[in-house]
């Protein structure tokens, strides 16, 4: 039931320097890699000079630099808080981009003009500071530097790490101890465990692990506020993410008994098994979108994310069911999270610090309402499917080509499959990794002159045949008019994203085709490099004698299920068929077959709020981009072979 359309003990360290390796194409980066080029060596020389200049551990710039970005430069443009560069030294406050438009007063981040700070300790122009790495690495440098000194702590290139927890605390830019805090039990994991990835800009980068007891008593000296314990207590959150309480009105607005807003009060999971978790971003800023919350008259989600440090607001009980998905039976059955950001400017608004606490906040969700952490539960709302075929083209398509679900899945401790010791055959069912950073699919239509930024994407597109000219195959909800998929940055018909699992129908050399909304879609994936990997589990084929079997947006019971006094939900098949030879993996085969009837404000008749449950059974199964429903009296239940 789509109610309104969403907007869119301290141990001494010496820090060790880093190895920087040239661009390759084989495994993780080693320390006995080939010798790294001029350009690494150059991001080398940065590190270790700003380290040696301005007296910082290497080991704490290089971990601080990961947090911020994992050693990206976005070659000049900015973040959401105004962010440069591999340390996102930042250029624009946070309240000289919000819309102020009534509603409560929300706690402001302080200030984040670090890049104009940066200058003034180093002398650099803030243009070369925005637009050159090394400029870039001695500005963060002299900043973390800047914040010991105020602490009153020692300063030096071989000061132990331990010693930095107040300084890295500040460099976080929050304004609340929790947050603070949990950037710098980040920034020293990473130190813990270590890092090595291939950046942006074609360098290997290998971080070796310096495990020390962290000093965060300096905390205190920072100066931080600390957040109300009632605020604390009225969440559902990690301790140590300092999520505020904001709720959402639940309130009558009009004389009818259905002018309410703008969620259902519910008794999850006695009223409804909580199956799923969906990522949104918001299509505008923080500020905005907390305006919006509290309006009884707009929808509702259960949590927002603020981008420039990760701080969480918490709007709806879990218990609760907000209207978010557009889907009332995927409402009924999940808590959505709303990120601040623009699904078509992907990782300017994707901070590291937005995916780490966003990891920590569906990490605990998952674990208190048993829901699994794969990418069948932990969903986008590109995946949430229409209702009924009417709805299918209107549904939304966020968060987008540029969420990184591998770096997201690996940051909720469940890393997406990316090896195999089964073949790719007919047959098999595949999981699609293609990479993130080095992924850099064409898109179009983000920007005025319908251009994207070159970036990392998330999926692989699907054509109608064997072949890298061969059309985009067609996705008849999308486009009801039979036109084939394009690379349009909204257009989702020929995707497949990475955690997404489909059946192998047939392999022609690097090709491989998929079952796909109903036919055979390509995509090139050759063992030297393969995007996708076989795994067993199970699978739906239809049932003996037919041709077809239909499939359905969402999992409502059968008419006799309904008591006097609720109307019967019609349950309409979409525009899609699955046909005789086809084969779909099941996501989930263990999902309720309900209606929570919630239609009117609280306290009204009795036969409102409550739960319907009903005997057919249906499965959840990867179908298209989109997840979708099929009844299992339509279909076989059988292990891939």
């Not at 207590?233 to 301790?239: G, L, M, N, S, V």
């Not at 995509?523 to 077809?548: E, N, R």
Request: hydrophobic share 40%; net charge neutral.
């Amino acid at each position: 039931m789509l109610r309104r359309p969403k907007i869119l003990a301290a141990l001494a360290v010496v820090a060790l320097p880093i190895s920087v390796i040239g661009v390759s194409s084989g495994g993780p980066p080693t320390a006995s890699a080939a010798s790294p080029g001029p350009s690494a060596q150059a991001a080398a020389s940065a590190f270790q000079a700003a380290s040696q200049k301005y007296g910082v551990p290497e080991s704490v710039l290089l971990a601080v630099s990961y947090a911020e970005t994992r050693w990206d430069d976005h070659a000049g443009k900015p973040s959401t808080s105004g962010g440069y560069g591999p340390m996102h030294l930042t250029a624009v406050d946070p309240g000289e981009r919000e819309e102020r438009s009534g509603g409560a007063e929300i706690a402001q981040a302080p200030s984040l003009r670090t890049l104009y700070k940066a200058s003034t300790l180093t002398g650099l122009d803030p243009v070369a500071l925005r637009n050159d790495a090394a400029a870039n690495i001695a500005g963060g440098a002299a900043l973390l530097a800047d914040y010991q000194r105020s602490l009153k702590l020692p300063v030096g290139a071989q000061t132990s790490a331990a010693d930095w927890y107040g300084a890295i605390s500040s460099y976080s830019g929050a304004a609340d101890q929790a947050t603070a805090s949990a950037y710098a039990d980040d920034v020293y994991s990473i130190l813990a465990r270590g890092a090595a990835r291939t950046t942006n800009t074609g360098q290997q980068i290998v971080m070796p692990a310096v495990k020390v007891t962290p000093a965060k008593s300096q905390l205190a000296r920072v100066g931080l506020r600390a957040a109300p314990k009632a605020a604390a207590a009225a969440t559902e959150c990690p301790a140590q993410l300092g999520c505020e309480s904001l709720p959402a009105p639940y309130s009558q607005y009009g004389p009818g008994a259905g002018d309410y807003g703008n969620h259902d009060l519910a008794d999850r999971p006695k009223t409804g098994k909580i199956d799923y978790i969906v990522i949104h971003d918001t299509e505008g800023s923080w500020q905005g979108t907390l305006n919006l919350i509290q309006d009884p008259t707009y929808v509702s989600w259960q949590y927002t994310m603020r981008s420039s440090d990760g701080h969480v607001w918490q709007h709806v009980d879990a218990k609760d069911v907000a209207w978010h998905a557009g889907n009332w039976y995927v409402n009924m059955h999940a808590i959505g999270i709303e990120h601040e950001g623009f699904a078509a400017q992907g990782a300017t608004w994707y901070t590291d610090v937005l995916y780490r606490n966003s990891a920590k906040l569906v990490r605990y969700l998952a674990q208190k309402n048993n829901i699994p952490l794969d990418r069948a539960h932990i969903i986008g709302h590109d995946q949430v499917p229409g209702t009924v075929p009417a709805n299918v083209a209107g549904m939304h398509w966020d968060p987008g080509p540029y969420w990184d679900w591998e770096h997201y899945f690996d940051l909720l401790g469940a890393p997406i499959y990316g090896h195999s010791i089964f073949p790719v055959k007919a047959g098999t069912i595949v999981t699609v990794k293609p990479g993130f950073a080095d992924n850099q699919q064409v898109v179009t239509g983000c920007n005025a002159d319908g251009t994207c930024a070159p970036q990392g994407t998330n999926f692989v597109y699907l054509r109608q045949a064997p072949d890298d000219a061969a059309p985009l195959v067609k996705d008849l909800g999308n486009r009801p008019n039979g036109a084939d998929s394009t690379t349009q940055v909204s257009d989702i018909g020929a995707r497949a994203a990475a955690g997404s699992q489909y059946v192998v129908a047939e392999r022609s050399g690097d090709w491989v085709a998929i079952w796909y909304l109903g036919a055979k879609a390509w995509f090139k994936s050759p063992a030297s490099a393969p995007d996708a990997f076989a795994k067993p589990g199970l699978v739906v084929k239809p049932k003996a004698g037919k041709a077809t079997v239909p499939v359905y947006g969402r999992a409502y019971p059968e008419q006799a299920a309904y008591p006097a006094g609720i109307p019967y939900q019609t349950v309409t098949p979409l525009q899609y068929t699955i046909g005789a030879g086809q084969a779909y993996p099941v996501g989930d085969a263990n999902i309720e077959t309900d209606y929570y009837r919630a239609v009117t404000f609280a306290g009204q008749p009795p036969t409102d709020h409550v739960q319907v449950l009903g005997k057919d059974r249906y499965y959840q199964i990867w179908f298209g981009h989109r997840m979708v429903y099929v009844r299992a009296a339509d279909v076989d239940l059988k292990p891939a072979f």
